[in-house]
């Protein structure tokens, strides 16, 4: 379609490198939309899934094929299968059925863009789109909480502009530490002025989930990332000035920032709430972890059937009042969601999964820092939420790994080109 609206408008067919700018630069507009609009990106999503449509027709097979039956991409497809094959045993309503299915399609995607990045020499320009996008997103964020009435769309929280805190709080903690290591060699290299323009953004994303808005989760899954940062890229020494710089960047954020203190004290008010039977989210979690247990329990190999969660809560619910009646398909944890419907098939291939996209950003570089990350804070946030099924949480891993994937592959061929080319040198000379 894209191709066709370019010919006529210019007169001219478009070629394969028109034809992988095209389809790079959806992806672009595709990712830097994310933080905005669901419905934005995902019509941008889908005019990208068209761009692929000439490259991948006109192509070799045997590569598509080769990253398809590769563990990172062959098991979000079965995750896929699972879900649908589930289907067959779950004692739900069809429309629940569908339901279930519809938050794993996602990783579908994801061999599309291993596939294309691999071949695109474009991938990081996802990277700087998304880091503007969300830089812009914070600036609007600091401006809202003063002048609520500059939101663009109506968010429950304060300092919130569009869409809601858990989503901004993800986008934001991921661009932090992935500056980093950046923040760090440009100091290293004595570009000053750069260094301190990575550090003064840190500082206001930082400050922004310190003092704006934030999901608890952050409290969790932040610390891990910069445990992550240390391991790859510093030395005991280092580390341990990191800590100390964390601890005292904590404890002032901790003395200073009464919204923070109250986000950690609501933890047990609303505990205390729980026990009286009222309805607040952290009794609510608990609430719900166990009697996800005990569904997995009582079909603990192959689950309850994909969508079946919401139909055992509503069984449980009936009689009873309180946090005893909540109905819920979502469990907020992501092991428990998929071992209520699968079992522990659906558990292996979940952490399966995880493990592959681990091993795959094992490398160096800035594609394979950034796919870490992406997968550890996945794993982590989803310990109190579903995120691998949430939209925009679940988008923001499946690009992620996609795209961080295939840039990672393709450098990881281009350093063992000149080796492989070194080597059959070395062999002709000596043939000679």
């Known amino acids: 379609m894209i191709e066709l609206t370019l010919s ?23 990712v830097v939309m994310l933080p905005w609009s669901t419905s934005g990106f995902t019509i941008l999503l889908l005019l990208w899934l068209l761009s692929l449509v000439p490259l991948i027709s006109t192509a070799d097979a045997r590569p598509l094929l080769r990253v398809v ?12 299968v699972l879900a649908v094959v589930g289907t067959l045993w779950a004692d739900a309503p069809w429309q629940a059925k569908l339901l279930g299915v519809k938050p794993l399609i996602k990783l579908l995607v994801i061999p599309s863009l291993v596939y294309h990045f691999q071949r695109s020499e474009r991938g990081s320009w996802i990277f700087i789109g998304f880091l503007s996008s969300c830089t812009l997103l914070m600036a609007l964020s600091w401006i ?10 109506v968010t429950q929280s304060a300092g919130v502009p569009v869409k809601n805190y858990i989503d901004q709080s993800q986008e934001f903690a991921l661009c932090m530490v992935a500056l980093a290591p950046w923040t760090v060699g440009l100091y290293k290299e004595r570009r000053y002025c750069a260094t301190a323009a990575c550090a ?42 990191l800590l100390v710089a964390v601890s005292v960047l904590a404890a002032t954020v901790w003395s200073t920032s009464d919204y923070l203190r109250k986000r950690v004290a609501d933890i047990r008010t609303e505990y205390e709430y729980s ?12 609430e719900y972890w166990q009697k996800s247990l005990r569904f997995f329990a009582d079909a603990p190999i192959f689950g309850n059937g994909t969508g079946s969660t919401q139909t055992l809560f509503e069984r449980e619910a009936v009689g009873k009042t309180g946090l005893a009646a909540e109905v819920t398909r979502n469990p907020h944890n992501q092991t428990l969601n998929v071992a209520v419907q699968w079992g522990i098939v659906g558990i292996v291939a979940l952490y399966a999964m995880w493990a592959s996209h681990l091993l795959l950003f094992r490398g160096d570089g800035l594609a394979s820092w950034i796919g870490l990350l992406v997968v550890i804070q996945n794993i982590t946030s989803s310990l109190f939420n ?46 000679a």
Request: hydrophobic share 50%; aromatic share 12%; with cysteine.
């Open 144 to 153: 809202v909480l003063f002048e609520p009435e500059l939101k663009l769309t």
């Open 386 to 431: 579903s995120h691998l099924f949430d939209f925009h949480e679940g988008w923001m891993y499946v690009l992620g790994v996609g795209i961080a994937g295939g840039m990672t592959l393709r450098e990881r061929r281009r350093l063992a080109t000149p080796l492989a080319s070194s080597t059959s040198a070395v062999l002709q000379s000596e043939r």
């Open 200 to 241: 003064a953004l840190m500082f206001g994303f930082i400050a922004n989930l310190a003092f704006v808005v934030s999901a608890r989760a952050a409290l969790i899954y932040v610390p891990v990332l910069l445990i992550a940062f240390a391991v790859r890229y510093l030395d005991r020494r280092q580390s341990v000035l």
């Open 275 to 286: 026990k009286n039977n009222v309805p607040k989210s952290t009794g609510m979690r608990l």
């Open 69 to 80: 039956t590769r563990p990172y991409c062959l098991l979000p497809l079965m995750m896929f």
């Open 8 to 30: 006529k408008r210019f007169g001219f067919p478009l070629g394969r490198d028109a034809r992988f700018l095209c389809a790079d630069v959806l992806a672009v507009l595709a």
